[in-house]
């Protein structure tokens, strides 16, 4: 099924044979090849919870309550009496997701896992399991191990497209042994789950912030827009008032003023004192403030 193998066996036989007689058929055992297989030998229950998390993967866009569900089934199938689940963020692990046996968020998560164990893990990419971690050589010089009381623990990394992105964490302070091999192979499964909705909610984040972007500038384009028609109805209506001014000057006066913009009645009436001195040989002296358009008078006269 996909890329999954599933083993169906019937009696206790080893090996591969047929009894055609009782038509019954005995497969061979095998060791299993993926992580859904483990999951499989480790009883229905824990195939159970894998496939609750598969369906929640389809269905669920919010990370946290779809690790929240990952991590409630870790502890349900493992028997973990704490989870927690670290991403590399700025070049450390932070605590994204934390769960106790009541389903509660543990209270400065951050404080409560050994770092030394989650940065060796996320180092070597390999899983740790520790049956009394006080009692383990390996950690004898991880002050968070005996400063934390610790004793069976499981640690494996979270892999996603070939790069570790975090650790999924669970622990028993209490009991020693709680865990075995097929524990941690289990957990593993679990930690494949996790890193896909860590992938699949990325990808939504992604998407959601670019239709957010394109939202943006599409708001921004039409804002634009809307500013450059107003300045074109702008022009339009100065380039309308400016055709207008000259067809009445064309009609009103016999020389063409087009050269001099103005709507004021008393530039109308230069323009006809204009009309009538402009045939004649007498001197003209144009009189006016600074900047009033003598200049512009000057040469009209003379044009």
Not at 10 to 28: F, M, P
Not at 92 to 119: M, Q
Not at 179 to 208: G, Y
């Amino acid at each position: 099924v996909g890329p999954f193998v599933l083993i169906f066996t019937a009696g206790d036989g080893e090996g591969t044979s047929s009894d055609t007689a009782a038509g019954k058929t005995a497969v061979g055992l095998r060791e299993p090849e993926t992580r859904f297989e483990v999951a499989l030998e480790g009883g229905a229950g824990a195939w159970e919870k894998l496939v609750e998390v598969n369906r929640a993967l389809v269905s669920e866009l919010n990370l946290k309550r779809l690790l929240h569900l990952v991590m409630a089934k870790v502890l349900d199938v493992v028997g973990a009496e704490r989870a927690f689940l670290l991403l590399k963020e700025k070049g450390r692990l932070v605590t994204l997701v934390s769960r106790d046996l009541d389903g509660e968020p543990i209270h400065k998560a951050d404080l409560k896992v050994s770092r030394n164990i989650a940065g060796t893990v996320m180092r070597t990419e390999r899983p740790v399991l520790a049956h009394d971690a006080q009692e383990d050589e390996r950690f004898r010089d991880f002050l968070s191990v005996h400063g934390l009381k610790l004793r069976s623990l499981m640690c494996v990394p979270l892999k996603l497209s070939g790069e570790t992105i975090g650790v999924l964490y669970v622990d028993n302070r209490w009991e020693r042994g709680a865990f075995d091999e097929e524990d941690l192979r289990i957990l593993e499964s679990f930690a494949d789950q996790a890193a896909i909705a860590v992938r699949n909610a990325r990808l939504f984040e992604e998407n959601e912030a670019r239709r957010r972007q394109i939202q943006t500038a599409m708001r921004k384009a039409e804002e634009l827009n809307k500013k450059l028609q107003e300045v074109l109805a702008s022009k339009e209506r100065d380039l309308q008032d400016a055709r207008r001014i000259i067809e009445e000057r064309a009609t009103r006066f016999r020389y063409d003023y087009s050269g001099i913009l103005t709507r004021s009645p008393k530039m109308q009436a230069v323009f006809a004192t204009l009309d009538r001195i402009i045939d004649s040989d007498v001197p003209v002296l144009v009189q006016g403030e600074s900047g009033t358009g003598k200049e512009l008078v000057a040469r009209a006269v003379h044009e």
